[in-house]
């Protein structure tokens, strides 16, 4: 995304964030604004959610490519108070189904509900999300922190007092509190991300959409923010919707994740059900006595249909089995009739990357 357009995005988010807030509360001065977001214990539901695009090329743009589909028939449905974690790699459709979430495009067909709204009612939307990408653009380079913050602050319709005490608490959120004055220039990578964050919470939302909020930071930087984000979790009652690319990351964060690919949802669960799901076998490593009787006991094994793959490296068999299937006990058994004394075995399930390898290498 341009740095241009990175700014108008952000900041036409921020402008009907405002408009709507605005407007909600005058519903709710009078007394006449009954919504459906208390009523639900689920933050998002989308059912089917499919967005086309019809990319124009030549001179005069008449002509037409093929439609691409970014995002095909997505269903989820998430908890409040859940930090959910979009995995998939680039060009999977993960940033155009946040931004249908958040309104800035609509779908091409297909049902949503965020907060407790429909799609159809944008405004109450814009008000009850905040939108944090990466490699923010649209701060004021000149500008210290705190009155980058206040500029915001006013977009959102809060001023005077009430904004004096939304920007200390974010920055102290954020721990930037004893930098606020240094202009946003000065800031480092990691801190600029914190920075966009606290810009995101400014107007209390329910849910906090990050989209890659750990690109282009270095280790420390990273370890810093996902300090800031489970303590988020722990301090407030909100949801986070956490797009990332970086296995470890959501392994460490996320109490869910579902893997997209071609626009299309592969699997959703925690990291340990997506690893049982993905194979119900586990990998084993055995430590036998005899690198030669084992290599022997490895080449007769490629003749018995009952046995899993095996390979070895000196004393070291290695292989996946399913256990309910008698897999482990015939390895087990085939190693006793070469006569080689088991030391050792130890055994794990799939890991995330390999989960994450299997749905989308598929073409």
Not at 77 to 84: A, H, M, V
Not at 320 to 337: P, S, W
């Amino acid at each position: 995304m341009s740095g241009v357009s990175h700014i108008v995005v952000v900041t036409i988010f921020v402008l009907l964030s405002c408009y709507n807030e605005l407007s909600q509360k005058r519903l709710e001065n009078g007394g006449g604004l009954i919504t459906l977001a208390g009523m639900s214990k689920l933050a998002i539901v989308t059912e089917n959610l499919t967005r086309v695009f019809w990319p124009a090329r030549g001179w005069r743009r008449t002509e037409r490519e093929k439609p691409i589909t970014a995002v095909s028939r997505v269903s989820l449905s998430i908890p409040r108070g859940e930090l959910f974690g979009l995995l998939g790699p680039n060009g999977a459709g993960k940033t155009t189904l946040v931004k249908m979430l958040c309104t800035l495009i609509l779908p091409t067909a297909g049902t949503a509900t965020v907060a407790g709204h429909p799609l159809t009612q944008a405004g109450h939307i814009r008000s009850s999300v905040g939108l944090v990408v990466s490699d923010e653009r649209s701060f004021f380079w000149r500008l210290s922190a705190r009155r980058n913050l206040a500029f915001f602050a006013a977009l959102y319709g809060l001023y005077g007092r009430v904004a004096q005490r939304r920007i200390e608490q974010v920055l102290a959120d954020v721990d930037l509190l004893a930098v606020a004055e240094r202009p946003f220039r000065q800031f480092s990578s990691g801190m600029r991300q914190r920075l966009a964050i606290a810009r995101g919470l400014l107007h209390q939302p329910q849910i906090l959409f990050l989209d890659e909020p750990s690109r282009s930071l270095d280790p420390v930087a990273t370890q810093q923010l996902h300090n800031l984000i489970r303590r988020l979790m722990a301090e407030r009652e909100m949801t986070i919707f956490l797009i990332t690319h970086d296995l470890t990351e959501a392994e460490k964060l996320c109490d869910r994740v579902a893997l997209m690919h071609r626009g299309e949802i592969q699997a959703t669960g925690s990291p340990a059900a997506l690893r049982a799901r993905l194979r119900p076998y586990r990998q084993y490593t055995i430590e036998t006595d005899n690198a030669i009787r084992l290599k022997t006991a490895v080449e007769n094994a490629r003749r018995e249909t009952r046995l899993p793959p095996l390979h070895c490296s000196d004393c070291t068999l290695t292989f996946q089995a399913n256990e309910d299937a008698g897999e482990l006990t015939a390895v087990l058994d085939h190693l006793r009739q070469h006569q080689l004394v088991i030391r050792h075995i130890t055994s794990h399930l799939p890991t995330l990357e390999e989960v994450f390898t299997h749905y989308t290498s598929q073409p």
